[in-house]
């Protein structure tokens, strides 16, 4: 008796899946890594959900969903906080690291602003995490315990970026190019990458930089334009990676020493 309804309630479960039209209601998976997968249909078999999802199908283990959420339930998030407002929350942080490795506070605010938009929360694709979209084997080389902790994820990442500004020299955009892609892509190339996420992503520090030097009375920027250092080739071949917005989060290079404090780079 029991085993008929079992196959009962499967074969209900799986008529509904199969009969979901595109473009219906969906559900959220939620993720206990905190991230949210939006699905038109699931079923659980042998501890397993299988999701159905815009473009196929992908298996998610019982033990990581934490809840599952209709979403018409899902309230819309609230709207973001000024820029200027979360770059003056965390201005106190920024500072203390941009003296205990210094680097500038002013790039560190402009890597963040486009990092994460200065949301402490924030999860890539690629899964680079926090303010400074640190990857979670980059974070544990340096002794992140937490790394959506603002202090630890600014302290972290100001040491990353000062060992790369070290390594090529304070040689701005290879420093951020290797920031974005990989200390590994800069060298294959000899120069920044021409990955058009990377490109990009250094010129939009760059330009952030070179604004924030500018709105200060009395001072002018030294960042040197990003299209200096940049091939004209903009594609983006296999083994790119990416991650939230133009970022693919920071990945420690070999030589990088996680107590080692880094030369300034001066504005």
């Known amino acids: 008796m029991r085993l008929n309804q079992a196959v009962l309630a499967l074969a209900v479960s799986c008529a509904a899946l199969l009969a979901t039209p595109c473009g219906a209601r969906a559900d959220n998976i939620v993720l206990k890594n905190g991230q949210r997968l939006n699905v038109t249909g699931y079923q659980l078999i042998d501890g397993t959900y299988h999701l159905q999802m815009n473009g196929g199908f992908v298996d998610v283990p019982f ?95 100001t040491r990353y970026l000062g060992n790369l500004l ?14 974005n892609a990989g200390p590994e892509r800069v060298q294959q190339y000899g120069r920044v990458p021409p990955f058009a996420e990377t490109v990009s992503y250094v010129r939009k520090v760059q330009r952030t930089y070179q604004n924030s030097k500018a709105a200060q009375p009395g001072r002018s920027s030294p960042v040197p334009e990003a299209a200096s250092f940049i091939g ?36």
């Open 63 to 157: 033990d990581e969903v934490a809840a599952i959420e209709p979403e018409d339930q899902f309230a819309a998030p609230p709207p973001p906080p000024p820029l200027l407002s979360m770059k003056n929350h965390y201005r106190d942080l920024v500072e203390t690291s941009a003296a205990r490795y210094q680097v500038d506070a002013d790039l560190i605010s402009s890597v963040i602003a486009t990092e994460s938009n200065f949301n402490a929360r924030a999860v890539s694709r690629k899964n680079a995490r926090g303010l400074m979209q640190l990857m979670p084997e980059t974070a544990a080389k340096l002794g992140v315990r937490n790394v959506f902790d603002p202090q630890e994820n600014i302290d972290a990442g």
């Open 166 to 179: 070290q390594r090529y020299r304070n040689d701005l955009a290879l420093a951020l190019a290797a920031y």
């Open 232 to 267: 004209n080739s903009a594609g983006s071949p296999a083994g790119a990676t990416t991650g939230t917005g133009t970022s693919s989060g920071a990945s420690l290079p070999a030589n990088a020493s996680a107590a080692q404090p880094s030369p300034a780079l001066q504005p």
